[in-house]
């Protein structure tokens, strides 16, 4: 097999979407959700890792050819197919999604802060948000190093945690048997929050728009290649998250004999009594660019769905200002009042449910011969990846079910949930737009 130079100089053009996208499998919510996961069910639950990131590399590609075949991204299509009414409700429950992300982004960049330098939550935050402006305003100058910083943290990331990771024993048979799929009752909510921290609808609308970056030529092969140069950067970038996950779950495997569930903002401490500061820097080092980074992706994710959906422009610096205001108060009331490690399992399983509200319209896009008569996909396997997803979406509500208090209220509230859950999911299935609801919305904010 000979080596051609043109073909990888192409392939390098199109590198960067994924490592930003990856920002959201690699959140301090997914890594709030490994400690416990290498804490409470140690390696057994490496399976779940492996099926998360199967299923994340799945949506991510199907995303890629979206954005590829249609020129449009998730948010437009769903402005262009649904009603205003649908169309509204499919935001907020994005938003939704964004701001308990954003919580789990806050909290991990001020306990990192904490770790490194020993700010206060508050100066922490306001620390956090003055980076990540001057890490948008490298967006400006250019769009691929911009890309190409968070390949940058991700080499942090793994560094700092396959630092720590080497530094605890690893019994060969222990890991292997985490390959073997079994699931003990107590490991399941730790499985479904570890499915839930990696498959985040957001990163769908992110993907399929920031494909959109790249200047493809309209014919059928440039098509071709720009998706398969798309999917091998994915790929790459599934792997290298996959294995961070891995170490982290190894870390603190070391760990499981504390009985109670380690708050990610004890866990400098801990590593500090075991292994001494060199640990604690690096752990706080690769907690900050994990919580960093994925304020940029949160950040550029809400401006893309509101210019989809809304039609409406906004600064991407007025949008991490604004949702970083609205989390505040919570952040600071979780930080001190709080079980931020119950917090981050909850808000993992908040992402998980909004899940269906972007599959939904997603299936639907890539099998509209209107959208994108160019694609070819496989009926059968489309139709796996639908029956595994509504599977581990009913897991999920299982979960969140499993965590309210057994009383008469709560179990007329959880019934009414579900009800609604269904009936809702069950209709945007059926919905279309009406023809006189074809005028859009067109604000711009500066």
């Not at 907690?287 to 509101?306: D, E, N, P, R, V």
Request: net charge neutral; with cysteine.
């Amino acid at each position: 097999m000979s080596f051609d130079g043109r073909k990888s100089l192409r392939f390098l053009e199109f590198v960067g979407p994924a490592f930003l996208i990856s920002m959201g499998a690699l959140d301090p919510g997914n890594i709030s959700g490994d400690v416990a996961v290498g804490q409470k069910a140690e390696y057994r639950l490496i399976w779940v890792l492996i099926v998360a990131a199967g299923l994340y590399y799945w949506y991510q590609s199907l995303c890629i050819q979206l954005g590829v075949y249609a020129r449009k991204d998730i948010a437009t299509l769903c402005k262009d197919t649904y009603s205003k009414k649908w169309n509204g409700f499919l935001w907020a429950m994005c938003e939704v999604a964004l701001l308990a992300a954003d919580t789990q982004e806050v909290l991990g960049s001020a306990i990192a802060l904490q770790i490194l330098f020993g700010f206060p939550p508050i100066v922490g935050i306001i620390a956090s948000l003055i980076i990540a402006f001057a890490i948008l305003h490298m967006q400006n100058k250019n769009q691929q190093k911009f890309e190409m910083f968070f390949g940058v943290c991700i080499l942090v990331m793994a560094i700092c945690f396959g630092i720590n990771f080497l530094r605890t024993s690893h019994p060969l048979g222990e890991i292997l048997q985490g390959f073997i799929p079994t699931v003990r009752i107590k490991d399941l909510p730790y499985a479904i929050s570890l499915m839930g921290s990696i498959l985040m609808p957001q990163n769908l609308f992110l993907h399929s728009a920031l494909v959109l970056t790249r200047d493809i030529p309209q014919d059928i092969e440039s098509k071709k290649q720009a998706v398969r140069f798309f999917r091998l950067e994915t790929l790459i970038t599934v792997i290298v998250s996959s294995f961070i996950n891995f170490f982290i779950i190894g870390t603190f495997d070391y760990f499981s004999d504390i009985e109670d569930l380690i708050q990610l903002k004890d866990v400098g401490n801990i590593l500090a009594k075991n292994f001494g500061g060199i640990a604690v820097v690096v752990w706080g080092l690769g907690l900050f660019s994990s919580g960093q980074s994925a304020t940029i992706a949160g950040a550029l994710t809400g401006q893309y769905i509101m210019e989809g959906f809304l039609s409406l422009r906004i600064n991407r610096e007025l949008r991490i200002l604004l949702s970083r205001a609205i989390s505040l108060v919570p952040c600071i009331i979780i930080f001190h009042f709080a079980d931020v490690g119950i917090i981050y399992i909850l808000l993992n399983v908040v992402q998980f449910i909004q899940l269906p509200f972007v599959l939904i319209p997603l299936f639907r896009f890539v099998e509209d011969k209107s959208i994108v008569p160019e694609l070819n996909l496989c009926p059968k396997n489309l139709n796996i990846l639908k029956i595994i997803s509504a599977g581990f979406v009913l897991m999920n509500i299982g979960q969140l079910i499993s965590v309210v208090p057994f009383e008469f209220w709560s179990i007329v509230f959880i019934i009414v949930f579900l009800i609604g859950y269904v009936v809702v999911l069950l209709k945007l299935f059926e919905a279309k737009k009406n023809s006189s609801e074809a005028d859009q919305l067109s604000v711009e904010m500066v």
